[in-house]
């Protein structure tokens, strides 16, 4: 027993490892002789706004002259994404063109592996190690994520999955774990307002877990049960990722995340008052 104990820190390396080697291998394609070829049109523009952000850290580009010429245009896309692939160029010692483009193309890979790892510690906490590890594995394998974790696949949809898949995991733990309850609940609403941060569609994500809620909660009520517990991790939740996005709320890029988050907060309060 302690001797399988001991082999799953390795069985879970060994599925990373895969999973990392496997998106260098899909992207291959795009290292050339004169550096990185991006494969698509919204790479180029987050390759863009990541060299800006790297020559002016921590700022970033929120009007463009290059778009709607000869008007300009004012930037709506959250800028999570791109500032953190900056600060990652940063880490790495990268300031030149030719530097920043080839480590921000190694980002995409690093939240990849990075997702394959929340799935694995989100199963493994629902069932066991061997589940955990096959579902890691067919993460890993997973074709329409590989396309977004790949290398050079510089866009938002890998850090928004990512977001969204922490948000479960931290929702799993307040929920299974009372005696840390608040402290994944809140964790859970960081990575709420992270997505925000991320991507302007994160209501969509967000609703899911409303949903959940009210369903959880009538069940609950049904079979005579107290809904109180679910119901104070989501209000915890949502009232952190509330508070997190209020001091953008009013911007073009954040709005709409800021009246969703708002709703839903809301949402969640009635129905615990209730």
Known sequence: MDKGKRSEPAEL????????????????ASLVES???????????????????????PHTLWFDSYLNYPQGL????PPLFDQLTAAFC??????????VEMAASLFPILIGVAAIAVVYFLVRELFDHKTALLAAFMTALAPYYLLYTMFAALDHHCLEVLFSLVIL?????????PEKRYLFALLAGLSMAALAYTWQGADVYLGIFVIYAAISITLDLKNAKSPRPLGEVMLAAF????????????????????????????????????
């Open 74 to 77: 004012e930037i709506t896309w």
């Open 169 to 177: 995991l931290f929702t799993v733990l307040a929920i299974n774990r």
């Open 13 to 28: 390396v060994a599925v990373l490892v895969f999973g990392l080697l496997l998106r260098l291998f899909a992207g291959r």
């Open 35 to 57: 550096g990185v070829l991006l494969p698509g049109y919204d790479e180029y523009y987050h390759m863009r706004r990541i060299l800006y952000s790297v020559a002016n850290f």
């Open 239 to 274: 009232a952190l990722a509330l508070i997190l996005v209020l001091p953008f709320g009013r911007t073009p890029w954040l709005n709409a995340s800021l009246l969703g988050i708002s709703a839903m907060t809301a949402a969640v309060a009635i129905m615990l008052a209730a």
């Open 90 to 99: 940063f880490l790495l010692g990268q300031r030149s063109p030719g530097g």
